[in-house]
T-cell receptor, first 112, second 114 residues
Framework: AQSVTQLGSHVSVSEGALVLLRCNYSSSVPPYLFWYVQYPNQGLQLLLKYTSAATLVKGINGFEAEFKKSETSFHLTKPSAHMSDAAEYFCAVSVAGNQFYFGTGTSLTVIP | DTGVSQNPRHKITKRGQNVTFRCDPISEHNRLYWYRQTLGQGPEFLTYFQNEAQLEKSRLLSDRFSAERPKGSFSTLEIQRTEQGDSAMYLC????????????FGSGTRLTVV
C-alpha cells in the first residue's frame, strides 16, 4: 500500500526566509511523487513531480524537491518565501500512475 | 481555455435531495478522476475512468453515489439521498495515460447539505 505523511500541518515563515515542507512516503515499489498547491476555494495546481529521472526536481514559482530513497522523503523547499506562497501544500504518491494518495496537507503562512 | 471545468462551483441542497455534478476534462486526456476533499484533509480517491470505462471505485463510493462518462468525454457524479456527511469539495482531475503524468485538477464543486 502507498501513503504519504506530511509532518507539520501548519508552517510559518518570514518573508524572504527558507521554506521547508516535509513529506515522507511509503511504497513497496518505486513511486511517482508529486507536490500540489491549493489556494482557498480552488482546485490543486501541480508544483513539481518526481518520475525516476533526476532526484532533484525543480518546479514552478521557485520551488524544488529532492527525492531521497534512503530516507523515503520528498521534502519541498524554496530559498526565499514570498507572500504569494501562502497556501495549502499537498504531497502525493502514485504507483503505476493510477490513483494518487495525498497527505493531509501543510498550511503555509508567510509573515511580512 | 483548455483546463478542467467543473460545474456548478457551489451547490447547497437539503438532506435527502439528489445532486449531480459535471466535469469536462482536458480533451486530450483519456483518464478522468473524481476525488472528495473534506475540511483539513487531502483529497480522497472516489473513482476513475479510462475513456468511457469506469475502472476503479473506492469503498468511499457508497451505493448512493454513481459516476458516468458517456462517450469518454465529460463525466457526471450523482449523489442520491444526500446526507450531511456528504458535504465536501468534489474535485475532478484528468491526465494522460503514462505513469508519470500529473493530474490537472478542476476548481471543484463545493457541496453543502443542510
Amino acid at each position: 500500500a502507498q501513503s504519504v505523511t506530511q509532518l507539520g500541518s501548519h508552517v510559518s515563515v518570514s518573508e524572504g526566509a527558507l521554506v521547508l515542507l516535509r513529506c515522507n512516503y511509503s511504497s513497496s515499489v518505486p513511486p511517482y511523487l508529486f507536490w500540489y498547491v491549493q489556494y482557498p476555494n480552488q482546485g490543486l495546481q501541480l508544483l513539481l513531480k518526481y518520475t525516476s529521472a533526476a532526484t532533484l526536481v525543480k518546479g514552478i514559482n521557485g520551488f524544488e524537491a529532492e527525492f531521497k530513497k534512503s530516507e523515503t522523503s520528498f521534502h519541498l523547499t524554496k530559498p526565499s518565501a514570498h507572500m504569494s506562497d501562502a497556501a495549502e501544500y499537498f504531497c502525493a504518491v502514485s504507483v503505476a500512475g493510477n490513483q494518487f494518495y495525498f497527505g493531509t496537507g501543510t498550511s503555509l503562512t508567510v509573515i511580512p | 481555455d483548455t483546463g478542467v471545468s467543473q460545474n456548478p462551483r457551489h451547490k447547497i441542497t437539503k438532506r435527502g435531495q439528489n445532486v449531480t455534478f459535471r466535469c469536462d476534462p482536458i480533451s486530450e486526456h483519456n483518464r478522468l478522476y473524481w476525488y472528495r476533499q473534506t475540511l483539513g484533509q487531502g483529497p480522497e480517491f472516489l473513482t476513475y475512468f479510462q475513456n468511457e470505462a469506469q475502472l476503479e471505485k473506492s469503498r468511499l463510493l457508497s451505493d448512493r453515489f454513481s459516476a458516468e462518462r458517456p462517450k469518454g468525454s465529460f463525466s457526471t457524479l450523482e449523489i442520491q439521498r444526500t446526507e450531511q456527511g456528504d458535504s465536501a469539495m468534489y474535485l475532478c482531475a484528468s491526465r494522460d495515460t503514462g505513469g508519470g503524468s500529473g493530474y490537472t485538477f478542476g476548481s471543484g464543486t463545493r457541496l453543502t447539505v443542510v
